[in-house]
């Protein structure tokens, strides 16, 4: 019923930047909190940024003052502003919504994620 489909990943080199985005679409009534999650190889996915319908924001600490968690309600899209970018930051990038369906049901939803490589 709901489909987050991120783009804007890449290779960039250490102390670049990179913006991503995610468009949610779908049966919406309105959405609360949207997310970015990171996974590296062999390691456990982690919460990197979250913006809640009031605008408020929480970030990992290890990408705090390099990231900025951005959205736009009007298209239901959510951003990720990453600079300084470091080869720790490589990962799989996922979005993530809680979503209120017309009818008033609750779902949260995943994107498939885009893979963000940090390499010289």
């Known amino acids: 019923q709901v489909q987050l489909v991120e783009s804007g990943g890449g290779l960039v080199q250490p102390g670049g930047s990179l913006r991503l985005s995610c468009a949610a679409s779908g049966n919406i009534f309105s959405i609360n909190d949207m997310g970015w999650y990171r996974q590296a190889p062999g390691k456990e996915r982690e919460l990197v940024a979250t913006i809640f319908s009031s605008g408020s924001t929480n970030y990992a600490d290890s990408v705090k003052g390099r990231f900025t968690i951005s959205r736009d309600n009007a298209t239901n899209t959510v951003y990720l502003q990453m600079n300084f970018l470091k080869p720790e930051d490589t990962a799989v990038y996922c979005c993530?919504?809680?979503?209120?369906?017309?009818?008033?049901?609750?779902?949260?939803?995943w994107g498939k994620g885009t893979l963000v490589t940090v390499s010289s």
């Open positions: 993530n919504a809680l979503v209120v369906l017309w009818g008033g049901s609750f779902v949260r939803s």
